[in-house]
Structures are given as C-alpha cells and as structure tokens.
C-alpha cells in the first residue's frame, strides 16, 4: 500500500503543478527565516517562526484539499484553504498543547519531589510520549479534510486508522523516513559542492578545533555567499519536502481510510425474540 501511494504522489505531482505551491511559499518562508537568523539572532527569528509556521498550515490546507478533489485551481486552492483553516489548526494547536502540558506536569512533578530533570528523562518524554502521540494522530488533517470531521472526531479516526494498519503505518513512516533521508542527502551533496572552498579548511582540524567551533566561526568561514547559497538550498530542501511527503501523507491516507468501515452504533434492544428495535 505505501508503494502504491508513492506511486500515485508521483502521478499526482507530474499532472497538477498547483500542489507544489505550498511547498514553495513554505520554502521562500524557511529561507527568509534563515536570512532573518543569520543577520538579527534568534530573537527575531523566533518569533517570525511561530507567524510563518500559521502561514504555512494555511497554503498546506488548500494542498490537502486539492488533493482530496485530485485537481485544483490556484483560486480554489485559497479558498479551501480559508475554509478549513480553522477546522485543522484547532486540532493542531489541542495536540501541541496536550504535549507541551503532558511535559510540564512531568518536569514539575519531578522538581517537587527535589529531582533535576536529565537527558534520560528528556529522551523518555521523546519516545514514550511524544513519539507515539505523533504518530497516533499523525492524520488528523486529512480526516478534517477528506471526511469532513470535527476537531476531536479528526483525532479518534487518526487513531482509529493508525490502531488498525499498525503494520501498514509503519512501513508508511518508513517511506516517509526514506524520503527525507534521500532529499536531505542530495541537498547536503549540493551544498557541499557549492562551499566546498570555504569548507575545505574544517578538513584539517583536529578533534580539539572541531569542539571548540562556534556557529559564528562557521559564519565567518562561508561568507555572506555562503549565506545566501545556503538560503537557496533551504529553500529547495524544503519545497521539496512539504510537496512530496504531505502528497504521500493524502495518498496513503486515502488508500488506507478506504479499508476501514465505520460503524455508527444504534440504539436499541432485542426482545424476547431476539428481534433488534431501534430507539
């Protein structure tokens, strides 16, 4: 099943051009962000992430729309996009709040008790509750979208259709690991042969010079045109990212969905002829 999605997201993607909209706002946004880092601090950039992460949501919406219709205009793409917006980030901000919370109480707990949290606690939070919760309500969006769910109704068929693929899932999450490897790889190949001059010296430090080196020595070392080279990889690197994997995401989703029949439970008892009467 996850072939045939992968199949089906390069079909997609070679027939409807608008899909990879999304993708490239979100890639002009991650490299604006890393011009706004790299100039202003942290700061700044902080806060611009928060503001582009809702931009981006919102063109990703449209996308899923479009590919729930398997076709879509640029206008119409804006327009589902205004339309669920709020349906999706509802659930999107319940789930990232709900870990947040679950983290806090967890780090609170502890420091109550006169304990100092570490990194084995930190790596536990990651895989024992994080983790799972991801994954667990990973398809939230596209139930809002393909089926029309409410917030928490969204998060049950979520569960719902991961508890039941569980296999299916996790080949699933195993292409997607896939696909950001082979991307991330290439990106990384071709920033390398961009900078290989302004890198080449790193070749030559020791152990010690390594540990030692401070993000504004790697600054120093690119070059503002490394800066900008490494802005247009970003933004390549994201594009590329957001259009392929959320295609995948949709089209896994709507293979796998189509297996599970949902049964709404009616009301009602047998008699003493075991005939079924209906509230």
Known sequence: MSLAALKETIDLLTR?????????????????????????????????????????????????????????????????????????????????????????????TLTLFGLTPDAGLLTFLVFGVLLPTVILTFFYDTAVIFEGKKVFESLERSIEVVTAHLGEVI??????????????????????????????????????????????????????????????????????LITVLYTYKACFYRLVSGKIVQVQQQIGEFDSKGRWYKY
């Open 171 to 240: 080949l699933f999450f195993a292409g997607c690991l896939l696909i950001f490897c082979t991307i991330s790889f290439a990106m990384m190949i071709i920033w390398s042969a961009f900078l290989a001059d302004q890198l080449e010296p790193i070749t030559r430090y020791n152990e010690t010079l390594i540990q030692s080196f401070t993000p504004d020595q790697f600054m120093g070392m690119i070059g503002q045109d490394g800066i900008w080279i490494t802005a247009l990889i970003i933004f390549c690197w994201v594009t590329l």
């Open 16 to 108: 409807i051009p608008v899909l990879w909209l999304p993708g490239v706002v979100c890639g002009a946004l991650a490299a604006f962000l890393w011009l706004v880092l790299t100039t202003s601090g942290t700061f700044f950039a902080g806060r611009l992430l928060v503001i582009f992460s809702l931009v981006g949501l919102f063109f990703i919406t449209g996308m899923l729309a479009a590919l729930q219709k398997k076709g879509s205009t640029f206008k119409e793409m804006l327009a589902d996009s205004a339309g669920y917006y709020f349906r999706v980030l509802v659930p999107t901000l319940v789930v990232a709040f709900g870990i947040i919370l679950v983290f806090i109480l967890v780090i609170l």
